[in-house]
Every structure is written in C-alpha cells, then in structure tokens.
C-alpha cells in the first residue's frame, strides 16, 4: 500500500526544494534538474514492480509525475512498524493498482530513489502556473472588458475622392459603399457606447476637377460644386449617425493634395496648406454644428501657430489624456522604403527639431501627438513605437490604380475605425476595416 495524500511541494530561494512529512522525504534542485525521495511503504509491496516507483512519484508530485523518471532506486532491509490513520491508500489488485479507504497499523520498509526531470519536460512549479494562467485567462475573456469612461472610437473617411471614376465605376458605386460602411460604423459605435467620437478626415474628400492627371478633367463625373456640396453632406450624414452613441463629438480635417486649388500645370495657385478644399468643408461643418450637433468640436490646424497640415484633438478632458494627430502625408518627403516608414522618419525628425519651436497655447507640431494619422497612401499601415503609434487609413474611394502600379501593392478600400483608451498600454485597443 502506498500513500496517496498529496505533498504541496515549493521551491525555497535558492531553487532547491527541501520538504519533510512524516515518513516522506524529498529534495529537488531545480537548476540541475536532478533530487531524490524517501517513502515509507508497508513490507508487502514488491520493488521490482515499475508502478511502485511511478506511485511514488505520483504522490510527490501529483499529476505531473510523467514529467519525473526514477534513476536509481533501493529498498531499505530494515523494518518498523507504521502507523496509518484513516487515508486514501493504492492497493495491488488482480485488475491492477487501485485506490482505497484504510486504516491500521502495518510493517513498514523504506524506499528511497535519485530522480530527474525527464528531458523536454517543463518544471512542475513552471506547468503549474502556466496552468493557472491559462485558467485565469480564460475567466477573464468571459467578462467583456468596457472603457465607458476613457474610451474614444475613432472613424477614417480617408481618401473619398468624390467625383472619381475608376475601372467602369463612378460616383454612384462609390456612395453604395461610403454609406454601407458608415452603417456598419454606427452599428459598432451603437455596441461599444464610447464616452467620445472622432469622425478623421485626412484629406482627399474630393477628387477635383483639374491639376492632378494629364486627362483628369475627362475622368470625374461631378464638378467642383456638386463635390464640395456632396463632401459637407457625407461629413454631416456620418456625424448623424455617429452623435446619437456618445457625449461629445469630434470632427477632425487635413488639407491635402486633392483639395489644394491648382492650375492644368498642376502648380498650385493659392496657399495649399491653408486654403483647401478638406479645410472648407470643415468651415461649413462648424456653420451647421450649433444648430445640429452643440457638443461637436472642431479640429483643423492652427491659422497662424504650429504645423498647418495638421489637425488634432484629445482623447479627453482628464489628466491623462493625449493628443492625436490627423495628416494627409503628401507633405512628406523621404527615402524610398514603405510609405510607413517614410511616414515613420519623417515623425522623428519632427522630434529631432522639437527642441527649436516655440510652445505655446496657439498651434500644435507633430512630436506632440501620441497617436499620428495619415491618409494619402491608399492602404492599411500600422507602425508603433514606445510610446507612439503611427497609422495609414485605407482608401474609402474605389480603390487605386495609382497605388497599385507604383507600389505593386494592391490593398482594398475601406473604413477604418479604430478606439483609443488612455488606460491601454498601446492606447489603440481595438481595429477595425469596414470593407464592403
């Protein structure tokens, strides 16, 4: 009969593992792997029987006796009584080795034996807590975490491109997604219920009429008028959608390369970060917020201080809160490598000037955003840093053959929504891409 009470048993400092109970002794060092253990079994039991061995190391260590192999092991000839209180013990049956409820006083013989942890085999105190972790993990995943108070979602109209025909498509096609994908937004905003919402635009609402492609006057189907009119009414459409699921309201817009005013030459005729298309539709959207939408904010770059192709905002009024940054990125140069790369070098050298600006209330430069968006590049990019992530939206148009030839790259349009907690170590918690 062999004891099968289980022995808790914990390293101490040192990794060598000491333990004491009654008749049962075990040392384990867990740096060579290597220990011994002593047991006090009733005279009966045959040593040569291999299962005797594997009881033992079942009482010691539990469930992961597999883990453990006997090396050497030896059969004291001495005797002595031994005393049982009522306990679970093995007995050796016709069927085998099978648990059972005993009590009495039997003669007893010591067992002793070298272990080692078989190779390949993790520690049991290792096992255990991995164990633990699992289990605990698991738990944790039932109950859906919410950030009600901290939590900002984030929706990407990038690259609209109104007016824009592309591959026998037009205008019309281009609407059926815009607006199926904004219903899909409102349906995630409906179910996270974010205390604020950032509706990013980072430029290119408009495709324009002329100064970008040899042909390009042929290739739009809206004029200026009807492409501008059209932009402030998917802008306030969204934000009706969006105004219902939140306590305040974000509209955030970049001037860009689509909405710079430019001669067939493809100069530009007035300021291209200052007067722009994107900047315009953000002027009519803050004509129409007192009426419509009073907890709205509007985000466009300073008039006269800071970087004027940036727009920003913050994910909140508290004390923890950051600052996000809204970009075209047509403004930026930089050698060869990704678009998020160039996107990447061009951010820390704003760092790298950091020192040389003035700060103050009026205007905001690049290194002072925590989370950096960009458009332009019609496709999916994620790069992060320490404590700074940088973002490419995918196109919301219908797609790009511009993108696609110079870059090989063929990436599917869509909306990118995004929510950004101040608790989350990476600030981004959740992603998503409105595709169809």
């Given at each position: 009969?062999?004891?099968?009470?289980?022995?808790d048993?914990?390293?101490?400092?040192?990794?060598?593992l000491?333990?004491?109970?009654?008749?049962?002794?075990?040392?384990?060092?867990?740096?060579?792997?290597?220990?011994?253990?002593?047991f006090?079994?009733?005279?009966?039991?045959?040593p040569?029987?291999?299962?005797?061995w594997?009881?033992?190391?079942?009482?010691?260590?539990?469930?992961?006796?597999?883990?453990?192999?006997v090396?050497e092991?030896?059969?004291?000839?001495?005797?002595?009584?031994?005393?049982?209180?009522?306990?679970?013990?093995?007995?050796?049956?016709?069927?085998?080795w099978?648990?059972?409820?005993?009590?009495?006083?039997a003669?007893?013989?010591?067992?002793?034996?070298?272990?080692?942890?078989?190779?390949?085999?993790?520690?049991?105190l290792?096992?255990?807590?991995?164990?633990?972790a699992?289990?605990?993990?698991?738990?944790?995943?039932?109950?859906?975490?919410?950030?009600?108070?901290?939590?900002?979602?984030?929706?990407?109209?990038?690259?609209?491109?109104?007016?824009?025909?592309?591959?026998?498509?037009?205008?019309?096609e281009?609407?059926?997604r815009?607006?199926?994908?904004?219903?899909?937004a409102?349906?995630?905003?409906?179910?996270?219920?974010?205390?604020?919402?950032?509706l990013?635009?980072?430029?290119?609402?408009?495709e324009?009429?002329?100064?970008?492609?040899?042909?390009?006057?042929?290739?739009?189907?809206?004029?200026?008028?009807?492409?501008?009119?059209?932009?402030?009414?998917?802008?306030?459409?969204?934000?009706?959608?969006l105004?219902?699921?939140?306590?305040?309201?974000?509209?955030?817009?970049a001037?860009?390369?689509?909405?710079?005013?430019?001669?067939?030459?493809?100069?530009?005729?007035?300021?291209?970060?200052r007067?722009?298309?994107?900047?315009?539709?953000?002027?009519?959207?803050?004509?129409?917020?007192?009426?419509?939408?009073?907890h709205?904010?509007?985000?466009?770059?300073?008039?006269?201080?800071?970087?004027?192709?940036?727009?920003?905002?913050?994910?909140?009024?508290?004390?923890?809160?950051?600052?996000?940054?809204?970009?075209?990125?047509?403004?930026?140069?930089?050698?060869?490598?990704?678009?998020?790369?160039?996107?990447?070098q061009?951010?820390?050298?704003?760092?790298?000037s950091?020192?040389?600006?003035?700060?103050?209330?009026?205007?905001?430069y690049?290194?002072?955003?925590?989370?950096?968006?960009?458009?332009?590049?019609?496709?999916?990019?994620?790069?992060?840093?320490?404590?700074?992530?940088?973002?490419?939206?995918?196109?919301?148009?219908?797609?790009?053959?511009?993108?696609?030839?110079?870059?090989?790259?063929?990436?599917?349009?869509?909306?990118?929504?995004?929510?950004?907690?101040?608790?989350?170590?990476?600030?981004?918690d959740?992603?998503?891409?409105f595709?169809s």
């Amino acid at each position: 009969m062999i004891s099968l009470e289980p022995d808790d048993l914990n390293p101490d400092e040192s990794g060598e593992l000491d333990r004491k109970a009654g008749a049962k002794e075990v040392t384990f060092n867990h740096e060579t792997n290597t220990g011994k253990v002593s047991f006090d079994a009733p005279t009966h039991i045959d040593p040569d029987d291999d299962d005797v061995w594997m009881w033992i190391l079942r009482d010691f260590f539990g469930e992961y006796a597999d883990s453990y192999e006997v090396v050497e092991g030896t059969v004291g000839i001495g005797m002595h009584e031994g005393y049982f209180v009522e306990h679970d013990v093995a007995v050796k049956t016709e069927k085998g080795w099978e648990k059972q409820r005993m009590s009495g006083i039997a003669q007893m013989r010591r067992y002793s034996a070298k272990i080692r942890r078989r190779a390949g085999s993790l520690p049991r105190l290792v096992r255990k807590d991995l164990d633990e972790a699992i289990a605990s993990a698991k738990k944790a995943a039932t109950t859906r975490r919410k950030y009600h108070e901290t939590n900002l979602l984030v929706v990407n109209i990038a690259d609209l491109q109104l007016g824009k025909t592309q591959k026998g498509m037009g205008t019309k096609e281009n609407l059926e997604r815009i607006y199926s994908r904004m219903e899909q937004a409102a349906e995630w905003a409906a179910e996270l219920k974010p205390r604020r919402i950032a509706l990013v635009n980072p430029g290119d609402l408009v495709e324009a009429c002329d100064g970008f492609y040899p042909t390009q006057t042929y290739e739009v189907d809206l004029n200026n008028r009807e492409q501008m009119r059209l932009a402030v009414q998917i802008v306030a459409d969204h934000l009706a959608a969006l105004s219902p699921h939140c306590e305040e309201l974000v509209f955030a817009t970049a001037p860009s390369n689509h909405g710079e005013y430019r001669t067939g030459t493809a100069k530009t005729v007035t300021d291209p970060a200052r007067d722009n298309r994107d900047l315009l539709v953000g002027d009519m959207i803050a004509e129409l917020a007192p009426h419509r939408w009073p907890h709205l904010e509007i985000a466009l770059p300073h008039e006269t201080g800071g970087d004027p192709y940036l727009a920003s905002f913050q994910t909140s009024d508290g004390p923890d809160a950051r600052r996000i940054g809204v970009i075209h990125g047509h403004q930026v140069r930089g050698s060869g490598g990704a678009p998020i790369i160039k996107l990447a070098q061009w951010w820390a050298q704003n760092f790298m000037s950091d020192f040389n600006r003035p700060r103050g209330a009026e205007g905001v430069y690049p290194e002072e955003c925590h989370v950096m968006i960009a458009g332009h590049f019609h496709h999916m990019g994620y790069h992060c840093g320490k404590s700074r992530i940088l973002i490419t939206a995918p196109a919301s148009d219908l797609g790009s053959e511009w993108f696609e030839t110079s870059t090989g790259i063929a990436n599917p349009a869509g909306l990118l929504c995004f929510t950004v907690d101040e608790q989350h170590p990476n600030l981004v918690d959740q992603m998503r891409v409105f595709a169809s």
